[in-house]
């Protein structure tokens, strides 16, 4: 079966700092991947999504980027954190066949101070 | 732009309850997924629609998608606490080839029940 992991759980940073997420898939091969934020108790923000190693698509212009180095692996980083980058960040995979199907990791709660 | 509405966006019932979430638009989707999500956690996703007029059923919970994939509703028959959480509709572009993969989600209902 398919799993999904997310590190860190938890973060606190300082504004300006860096930022670095990490998301891995197993079970599964070229998956579609996603990375979303989401306000506290609100619907989901797309950020990113990439069809395949390199590919990566950007939702709206901001401060973060994303990179796939490997074919399960994606990374959202920041090189200088904004106090508005706070929020609850998640991964997900879909597979390709069925795109709308998307499932979730467990999220990162990022809090810039 | 696509996009759901979700009603109501509070809701706190007691246990044995009846109650039904609808999820609203003016575009066309192409499917519409529910998920349920508990604080700290990520969403969990409970049913794919992607016929129009569809119904599924998963224990207590009943899914409708409209006959216009414009809509859908989530009925729960009594209610327990262990439904308590944010329940979000999410909807699939109309042409997802050129599209994208892009899933447009509504604002989600927090649904409480109380024991």
């Known amino acids: 079966s398919q799993t999904i992991h997310q590190w860190p759980a938890t973060l606190v940073q300082p504004v300006g700092s860096p930022l670095s997420l990490e998301c891995t898939v197993e079970?599964?091969?070229?998956?579609?991947l996603y990375w979303y934020r989401q306000a506290a108790g609100r619907g989901l923000q797309l950020l990113f999504y990439?069809?395949?190693?390199?590919?990566i698509s950007s939702e709206v212009p901001q401060n973060l980027s994303a990179s796939r180095p490997q074919d399960r692996q994606f990374i959202l980083s920041s090189k200088k954190l904004l106090l508005s980058d706070s929020g609850f960040y998640l991964c997900?995979?879909?597979?390709?066949?069925?795109?709308?199907?998307?499932?979730f990791g467990p999220g990162t709660r990022l809090t810039v101070t | 732009t696509q996009l759901l509405e979700q009603s109501p966006q509070f809701l706190s019932i007691q246990e044995g309850e009846n109650l039904t979430v609808y999820c609203n638009s003016s575009?066309?989707?192409?499917?519409l997924q529910w998920y349920r999500q508990e604080p700290g956690e990520g969403p969990v996703l409970l049913v794919t629609?992607?016929?129009?007029?569809e119904v599924k059923k998963l224990k207590r919970l009943t899914f409708q998608f409209g006959d216009a994939r414009k809509d859908s509703s989530l009925h729960i028959t009594a209610a327990q606490p262990g439904d308590t959480g944010l329940y979000l509709c999410?909807?699939?572009?109309?042409?997802?080839?050129?599209?994208?993969?892009?899933?447009?989600f509504g604002e989600g209902t927090q649904l409480t029940v109380n024991p």
């Open positions: 575009s066309v989707f192409s499917s």
């Open positions: 990439s069809v395949g190693i390199g590919q």
């Open positions: 999410a909807g699939g572009p109309r042409k997802p080839k050129t599209s994208g993969s892009r899933l447009t």
């Open positions: 079970g599964t091969s070229n998956p579609n």
């Open positions: 629609v992607v016929t129009g007029g």
């Open positions: 997900a995979w879909s597979p390709t066949d069925r795109t709308y199907e998307q499932y």
